[in-house]
């Protein structure tokens, strides 16, 4: 059996027995009675900013500084960050797009770590008489806190509500390389490098940078299969790279590219992936580059870690360094991103053959239930999960 390294086939390191690892993909039929929208959340006044970041953080280590420095970021935005607005927005979207195709389905939002939490969610979901519940959660990648973390917050929600065992929740793939997300991020670099090549810069001049929330190494490296050796940052890493590929590849275009890391917290003695995006600017100006694409590749929508870390951050640091600095659109609520969830939605509703889902990358299409171990968080411990088979 040969192991891969870094982006190639997967190799499988040890079989697990077929019988303990339950479908990958739900190839049957599913009468699901509704969708739950599950958000991060946000604080939407200044009362708000506090608390909000204690519940993000509980029992994470993440010292004060930090959450001193984050609570700034938002006071700065008056108190709101605008995530829960957009998913308002991506909600109405949802709603419009499935009642174009005749799709009765109702839409539900809750969110992880502000109101509406994903307990009401699924309390009103019960009232409402709805049983078989599919969860669509705002997160494209693996790891813990873009997968994991999602699926322990749902089964936390049906134990608090006493509603484990009543609801049956399942939860659409993790959708990276899904035509309908990836395709904003196509359309965005295409028309800032448009710009660019308006402006007479060289295309040898340029630099795109794929830009991520980074996280801690333990976590990448546990992120995805843990049957799987995906090489160096694991399935987290190596999915956005094959993402960064795919983009340059439906682009036709040969300017140059790099993954970067923004975002960082945790305490500076706990590794976490890099380089950062700040660092490889300031060093792109000494390597003759005179304009830098950041495309936001791991995020859905123009949230704070975009607005701050982004369109604060970086571009004031490529301004220190006398470069020009293009921040593309997040996928937002772009008509090909609505009407892939949608299509992502009837996968599961049609039992579609996975010979059939599309994906862009070699990674996918992602498995319905999370396989054994699946982004797995030692520091957290281990929680009970929806969507994935046990451990
Ligand atoms: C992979 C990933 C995504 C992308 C996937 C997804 O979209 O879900 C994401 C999204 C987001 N992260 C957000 C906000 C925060 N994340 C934090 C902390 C952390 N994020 C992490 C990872 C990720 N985060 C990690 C490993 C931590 C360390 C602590 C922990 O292990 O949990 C903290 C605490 C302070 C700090 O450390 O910065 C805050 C306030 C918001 C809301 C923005 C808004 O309000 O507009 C969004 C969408
Ligand atoms: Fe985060």
Redesign the pocket.
Same mark, same amino acid.
């Given at each position: 059996m040969t192991i891969t390294n870094g982006v190639g086939a997967p190799a499988v390191l040890a079989a697990t027995p077929a019988a303990q690892q339950g479908p990958e993909h739900v190839e049957q039929p599913v009468a699901y009675d509704a969708i739950v929208l599950a958000?991060?959340?946000? *604080?939407e006044g200044q009362d708000d900013v506090i608390p909000?970041?204690r519940n =993000?953080?509980r029992g994470?280590g993440?010292p004060d500084e @930090?959450?001193e /420095? =984050?609570a700034h !970021?938002?006071r700065h935005f008056g108190g709101v960050? *605008?995530?829960n607005q %957009?998913n308002r927005d991506l909600k109405a979207a949802l709603e419009a797009e499935l009642a174009s195709r005749g799709i009765d389905l109702p839409v539900i939002w809750g969110n @992880?770590?502000w109101q509406p939490y994903l307990a009401e969610a699924l309390e009103e979901a019960h009232a409402r008489g709805f049983r078989t519940l599919l969860g669509l +959660? #705002?997160? +494209?990648?693996s790891?813990?806190?873009?997968c994991r %973390?999602?699926r322990e917050d749902f089964a936390m929600a049906l134990e608090q509500t006493g509603l484990t065992g009543e609801l049956r929740i399942d939860k659409v793939r993790q959708f990276f390389d899904h035509p309908g997300f990836v395709t904003p991020f196509v359309e965005g670099l295409r028309e800032a490098l448009a710009g660019l090549a308006e402006r007479g810069i060289a295309e040898g001049g340029i630099r795109v940078l794929f830009a #991520? !929330?980074?996280? *801690?190494t333990d976590?990448a490296l546990r992120s995805g299969d843990r049957r799987v050796d995906y090489g160096p940052g694991g399935a987290?890493a190596a999915q956005h790279l094959a993402v960064g590929e795919a983009v340059m590849r439906e682009l036709g275009s040969a300017v140059p590219w790099q993954l970067v890391y923004q975002?960082?917290?945790?305490p500076p003695t706990q590794p976490?992936l890099e380089p950062d995006v700040n660092d490889v600017i300031a060093g792109l100006a000494d390597e003759g580059v005179t304009a830098v694409v950041i495309v936001p590749l791991?995020? =859905?929508?123009d949230?704070? /870690? =975009?607005?701050w870390d982004l369109d604060t951050e970086a571009v004031e640091t490529a301004e220190q360094h006398g470069l020009i600095a293009v921040r593309t659109p997040t996928p937002g609520t772009h008509p090909a991103y609505v009407a892939g969830l949608v299509d992502l939605v009837l996968e599961r509703v049609h039992g579609t053959a996975t010979a059939e889902r599309p994906a862009l990358t070699e990674y996918g299409p992602w498995f319905d239930v999370c396989r054994p171990g699946c982004c797995e968080?030692v @520091? +957290?411990g281990f929680k009970p999960a929806i969507a994935g088979v046990a451990p």
């Open positions: 958000g991060f959340g946000g *604080p909000f970041l =993000v953080t994470r993440i @930090r959450l /420095e =984050v !970021h938002y960050s *605008p995530i %957009q @992880r770590n +959660a #705002t997160s +494209a990648y790891s813990f806190s873009s %973390q999602y #991520t !929330h980074s996280i *801690p976590d987290y975002s960082r917290s945790g976490w791991g995020f =859905v929508s949230h704070m /870690e =975009v607005l968080n @520091r +957290a």
